[in-house]
């Protein structure tokens, strides 16, 4: 086990009011710099905190510290030019919820883990002359070009507002957003209101972290995006999003170590927390009240308990290397819905019910912490009947729960009542409900012509359902973005611009780019969380 603070696993942590969100405040953290990206080789100073300082007549250059006061450091020197980084991916899975989830957003625990299906982002560096950035959020439909030079690189590098790689950045700054919001007038403007509103979400996370990370001597790309995690699910498609957009922008200013097959894990541990501090900024943009859960999952990998009582601190994390392959069947309403608005309902029953609200999702924190009681126990059996009657119990116990709190959906209880009507597993929502998706833990005993009965009355009442491995790896980078795909090209074949656009559907992504279901394929690698 792989702890960052250890808790009691025994739900009495006291509640934390999530309902106040503290005014920006930034923790400079401890970590020390001195891992620079091995593969880049581009002109900044590597410490993403001031690439666009002037070299000082002293020949040292100035920056500013979270807290303003300004620093002298010894001059690094720099290249006359340098070459153009190659073409990259980063790739970030989405995850379920086992157990936990709103609770978590309230301060309870939440047991989550990484799935197979997953986002992948190629990086297309521009020449020197270009200086625009380009969002290509394909599958969303979303595309704008922005003016590097235009962007409000004053507000962003102001003294009192500059952020470096490893800052805990806990809230928005609402005069950094409404620096942007002028950026972000044009984006979609031809399509109804209701479609551009998570649009214009994305591209704030986006220009919100670009502007965080980046300066004006960025160099001009393209981002693309596509994905095989459906969205707004509960599958983490947000934060797995969230999550490449950070490692991308971390590689680029090459403040990031590895990732690299022999690589400590307190290293690689290191690296996955800077890309998951920035990524949960970016899930701030797109949810408002996000717990962090779902981008701590989806950069770290495998399966995680999870707990954030303090929102000005970093949340516990602990890995769970034990946590099982638990046989899923996760089946899709197809009802759109958005986390934001889900997460927005228990906070409004909240206030109305306070004591009973706060009962229910003490609750749901003692079936977190009994499930992870179980897996901790040493000589645990993740395939043994006893053990998934015990997880069943807690997945059934877990729904009724946000079933209280009103975050189910007709078509949620339709795939309980089905699954329960065959008597093969457990159901629960997973995610934020109000729609999305349903997981069922399968009964080891289940009979298979009986779930391939259930699987066919599903899909004939318009369901969907997802083929999906647990516990994959977290964030991951191809960089350059070559493959080998058994390919006649010499030295493998690259993967550009138009190959990633033109992929059909996610079987199309998945052959051409995919890890979900190729773990091994040459070429990506990973940061590991430490095991143990
Ligand atoms: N394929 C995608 N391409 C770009 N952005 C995406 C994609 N999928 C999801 N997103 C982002 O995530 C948001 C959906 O988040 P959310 O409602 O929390 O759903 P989920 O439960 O899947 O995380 C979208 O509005 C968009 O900002
Ligand atoms: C409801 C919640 O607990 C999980 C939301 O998951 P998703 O966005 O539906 O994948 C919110 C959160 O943890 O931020």
Request: charged share 20%; aromatic share 6%; net charge negative.
């Amino acid at each position: 086990m792989s702890t960052a603070t250890v808790p009691p696993l025994n739900g009495s942590v006291g509640a934390s009011s999530s309902q106040r969100r503290p005014v920006a405040r930034f923790l400079q953290d401890e970590i020390q710099d001195g891992h620079l990206h091995p593969y880049m080789n581009g002109h900044s100073n590597g410490n993403g905190a001031d690439s666009d300082s002037q070299l000082s007549d002293s020949g040292s250059t100035t920056s500013s510290t979270a807290n303003g006061s300004r620093l002298r450091r010894p001059a690094m020197s720099r290249k006359a030019s340098s070459p153009m980084a190659p073409t990259f991916m980063v790739s970030a899975p989405g995850k379920v919820i086992v157990y936990g989830e709103h609770a978590v957003v309230h301060g309870k625990a939440a047991m989550a883990a990484a799935i197979s299906l997953r986002s992948y982002l190629l990086v297309t560096t521009l020449s020197k002359s270009q200086r625009t950035i380009t969002l290509n959020f394909r599958d969303l439909g979303l595309k704008h070009t922005w003016d590097i030079d235009a962007l409000p690189w004053d507000v962003f590098h102001r003294a009192d507002k500059k952020k470096f790689y490893y800052s805990l950045v806990t809230s928005l700054d609402d005069e950094l957003v409404e620096a942007l919001e002028p950026h972000l007038k044009d984006v979609s403007i031809d399509i109804p209101e209701e479609q551009r509103k998570p649009h214009v979400r994305s591209a704030l996370a986006f220009l919100y972290l670009f502007c965080s990370l980046g300066s004006p001597q960025s160099p001009g790309a393209i981002y693309t995006l596509r994905s095989t995690i459906p969205t707004g699910a509960g599958l983490g498609s947000s934060a797995s999003v969230c999550v490449c957009l950070s490692s991308a922008l971390l590689l680029q200013i090459r403040t990031l170590a590895g990732p690299h097959p022999d690589q400590p894990p307190d290293e690689a541990e290191t690296q996955i927390e800077r890309i998951n501090r920035w990524a949960f900024v970016g899930e701030l943009c797109i949810h408002g009240n996000p717990s962090g859960v779902d981008n701590t999952v989806s950069a770290g990998g495998k399966a995680v308990f999870f707990k954030r009582t303090d929102y000005e601190k970093p949340p516990t994390v602990i890995s769970l290397p034990t946590f099982p392959e638990l046989p899923l069947l996760i089946v899709d309403t197809q009802q759109t819905r958005s986390t934001a608005t889900e997460v927005a309902k228990v906070l409004s029953l909240k206030k109305a019910h306070p004591v009973v609200t706060e009962s229910i999702l003490d609750s749901i924190d003692q079936v977190t912490c009994s499930a992870c009681q179980l897996i901790e126990t040493p000589d645990f059996d993740g395939t043994s009947d006893e053990t998934m009657s015990h997880f069943g119990t807690l997945i059934r116990l877990n729904h009724g729960l946000l079933v209280s709190l009103g975050v189910s959906h007709p078509r949620l209880e339709r795939i309980r009542e089905l699954v329960d009507y065959a008597d093969v597993g457990w159901t629960k929502l997973t995610g934020a409900g109000g729609g999305g998706c349903a997981m069922t833990l399968l009964r080891p005993d289940a009979k298979p012509e009986v779930i391939q009965e259930l699987k066919d009355k599903l899909a004939s009442e318009g369901f969907n359902k997802y083929e999906t491995t647990l516990g994959g790896d977290g964030i991951g980078v191809l960089y350059p973005a070559v493959l080998r795909n058994g390919s006649d090209e010499e030295g493998g074949e690259e993967i550009d611009q138009q190959k990633f656009e033109e992929a059909e559907g996610h079987i199309g992504i998945e052959q051409l780019v995919g890890v979900g279901f190729h773990e091994k394929r040459e070429g990506w690698k990973f940061w590991k969380r430490a095991a143990a």
